[in-house]
């Protein structure tokens, strides 16, 4: 069954620094997530993203993160300055053909992200 | 804005049992809501969609229901098995097309 794949399991980055965050979705998908889980707390929405553009966003994606898409398969996460309370397990997820929850939205295993 | 609870405390359930986790809403009923499941370490794993025009959906052991009166939804396991073991999220669609999540029920299925 496809995966969606996440890259690297666990990052460990010094406060300020700035840091990537790689998927690869699912290949036939048309909607791509990301989210982010504090430890012990909820799964929180950051941003979809769709035909190459950013297509929902939360309060959570400020000017520190951005999303981009730069080639057919990777789609990756940046966050820029980071600090200690950005500090979780960040999900990457896709979905087949509509956004939101009319679709499922198939998850990799999460990269952990410690700022030190 | 919309907000999930889940009965954040653990459900332990006897093998063989069914096991029953409840998702209430408060605000607007959704026009879809989802059932995932989270081991500890991985990312969620889909269940369940059930949409606001269905009273109920099955898939083999797993039956979601959505009762958009009392803005609540039922996930049963039946004939629960130590391997069901795991968090169960509900999730939701709001306004702006974003799914919001509930904490999670923790179930334990004890031998």
């Known amino acids: 069954e496809p995966e969606v794949t996440q890259t690297p399991s666990h990052q460990v980055t010094q406060m300020g620094q700035e840091v990537i965050l790689r998927c690869v979705p699912i290949s036939n998908h048309l909607y791509f997530y990301w989210y982010r889980q504090i430890l012990g707390q909820k799964v929180e929405f950051l941003v979809s993203f769709y035909n190459n553009e950013i297509s929902e966003k939360s309060e959570i994606f400020d000017d520190q993160f951005s999303v981009e898409r730069p080639d057919g398969s990777n789609f990756t996460l940046k966050i820029r300055s980071t600090k200690l309370e950005d500090s979780a397990m960040y999900f990457c997820?896709?979905?087949?053909?509509?956004?939101?929850?009319?679709?499922?939205?198939?998850f990799g295993d999460g990269t952990r992200l410690s700022i030190l | 804005s919309q907000k999930i609870e889940q009965n954040s405390e653990a459900l332990n359930i006897q093998e063989g049992k069914t096991a029953t986790l409840t998702c209430n809403y408060t605000?607007?009923?959704?026009?879809?809501l989802q059932w995932y499941r989270q081991d500890p370490g991985r990312g969620p794993v889909f269940l369940l969609l059930i949409r606001e025009n269905e009273k109920e959906k099955r898939k083999e052991r797993l039956k979601v229901t959505f009762d958009t009166t009392l803005k609540q939804s039922l996930f049963h396991i039946t004939a629960s098995q130590p391997a069901d073991s795991a968090t169960y999220l509900c999730?939701?669609?709001?306004?702006?097309?974003?799914?919001?999540w509930g904490a999670g029920t923790k179930l334990i299925i004890k031998p």
């Open positions: 997820a896709s979905s087949e053909m509509d956004r939101g929850g009319n679709q499922p939205q198939h």
């Open positions: 999730a939701l669609e709001d306004s702006n097309y974003q799914l919001i």
């Open positions: 605000n607007y009923s959704p026009a879809y």
